[in-house]
């Protein structure tokens, strides 16, 4: 069973947790799970656990998530990269693999950025560099029901945001994660309720600069029925990285950790061990996106490069 050990750190004000679950031996160096909208870094579930199976896992609650404090919406994606360099230092943590899912997938794009010496690799799931025109009206209207304190609306559109696929699609535990995601919508306390608004505005308002380029190797991964950060979306964002992996899961939607949590896991293994991503059952083959033109790229059938 792995040690689990908890630091806190304060950045520019604003105090941060982290939490490492530390592994006896192994594979490779520590995975940093960054979350999005109200994930706590210690509600990872399945995903966290079979990851720790074979790696040191650090999770976190950076400024504007779980037990850290409140950040205001001014305060932009280089404020919270370098609070999680902050917060790694604290933990010990040098030389890490990084995942940044929804919300958390820009502050992981600039801290490879800003901090490429200690970055190994990054994954980003269902990246949110940018809002898709198609949700930015339904992300404002959250922020509008949940000033107005209209709790049962706002939890329903906020996970019919996340979840949002096409009528029919074959979506594995959709229903369970939805019932999941609404309770956690409409039980919301005013603490978190302001966190997700500035987190919600910041979103909106702000989007990551592209320069300079990504170094280390990269993975873009989504449902294959993911209708908030689309498919396309997610290849544009591959397309900004000179060395860089897409692949779309089967049968999952925005939220495939929570969906498919042991082969979400298994995926980011692979890729952070280096093993082929070739063949996989659970996911389309993987396509090479070089750093040209948005949506430029070219099938590998190897994984990593």
Same mark, same amino acid.
């Given at each position: 069973?792995?040690?689990?050990?908890?630091?806190?750190?304060?950045?520019?004000?604003?105090?941060?947790?982290?939490?490492?679950?530390?592994?006896?031996?192994?594979?490779?160096?520590?995975?940093?799970?960054?979350?999005?909208?109200?994930?706590?870094?210690?509600?990872?579930?399945?995903?966290?656990?079979?990851?720790?199976?074979?790696?040191?896992?650090?999770?976190?609650?950076?400024?504007?998530?779980?037990?850290?404090?409140?950040?205001?919406?001014?305060?932009?994606?280089?404020?919270?990269?370098?609070?999680?360099?902050?917060?790694?230092?604290?933990?010990?943590?040098?030389?890490?693999?990084?995942?940044?899912?929804?919300?958390?997938?820009?502050?992981?794009?600039?801290?490879?950025?800003?901090?490429?010496?200690?970055?190994?690799?990054?994954?980003?799931?269902?990246?949110?560099?940018?809002?898709?025109?198609?949700?930015?009206?339904?992300?404002?209207?959250?922020?509008? *029901?949940?000033?107005?304190?209209?709790? $049962?609306?706002? %939890?329903? !559109? #906020?996970? @019919?945001?996340?979840?949002?696929?096409?009528? /029919?699609?074959?979506?594995?535990?959709?229903?369970?994660?939805?019932?999941?995601?609404?309770?956690?919508?409409?039980?919301?306390?005013?603490?978190?309720?302001?966190?997700?608004?500035?987190?919600?505005?910041?979103?909106?308002?702000?989007?990551?600069?592209?320069?300079?380029?990504?170094?280390?190797?990269?993975?873009?991964?989504?449902?294959?029925?993911?209708?908030?950060?689309?498919?396309?979306?997610?290849?544009?964002?591959?397309?900004?990285?000179?060395?860089?992996?897409?692949?779309?899961?089967?049968?999952?939607?925005?939220?495939?950790?929570?969906?498919?949590?042991?082969?979400?896991?298994?995926?980011?293994?692979?890729?952070?061990?280096?093993?082929?991503?070739?063949? *996989?059952?659970?996911?389309?083959?993987? $396509?090479?996106? %070089?750093? !040209? #033109?948005? @949506?430029?790229?070219?099938?590998?059938?190897? /994984?990593?490069?």
């Amino acid at each position: 069973m792995a040690f689990e050990e908890f630091v806190v750190s304060g950045y520019g004000g604003f105090k941060s947790e982290g939490r490492t679950l530390w592994h006896g031996d192994p594979v490779a160096e520590t995975v940093v799970l960054i979350g999005g909208a109200l994930q706590r870094k210690t509600a990872w579930g399945r995903f966290e656990a079979v990851l720790a199976e074979r790696f040191h896992v650090f999770t976190v609650d950076l400024p504007g998530w779980g037990e850290a404090d409140t950040l205001p919406a001014s305060y932009d994606v280089d404020f919270l990269a370098a609070a999680l360099h902050d917060l790694l230092g604290a933990a010990g943590h040098r030389r890490v693999h990084v995942l940044g899912a929804s919300y958390g997938s820009g502050i992981a794009y600039r801290y490879a950025q800003t901090y490429p010496q200690a970055v190994l690799s990054v994954t980003l799931a269902g990246p949110l560099l940018r809002v898709p025109d198609e949700v930015r009206e339904d992300l404002r209207r959250t922020v509008r *029901l949940l000033e107005g304190e209209r709790m $049962e609306e706002f %939890a329903e !559109l #906020s996970a @019919g945001i996340v979840l949002r696929s096409r009528p /029919g699609a074959r979506v594995t535990r959709q229903s369970a994660v939805r019932r999941i995601l609404y309770s956690l919508f409409r039980d919301i306390d005013d603490a978190d309720g302001q966190k997700y608004r500035n987190n919600t505005l910041r979103v909106l308002q702000q989007a990551p600069s592209l320069q300079p380029p990504i170094t280390a190797p990269v993975l873009v991964a989504t449902g294959e029925h993911d209708l908030f950060t689309p498919p396309d979306l997610c290849r544009e964002v591959a397309s900004t990285c000179p060395d860089a992996r897409f692949t779309l899961v089967y049968h999952a939607d925005h939220a495939m950790h929570l969906e498919l949590p042991d082969q979400a896991a298994d995926l980011l293994t692979r890729f952070a061990i280096g093993e082929s991503l070739d063949g *996989l059952a659970y996911c389309h083959p993987v $396509e090479f996106s %070089a750093a !040209l #033109s948005p @949506g430029a790229r070219m099938y590998a059938g190897d /994984g990593r490069r």
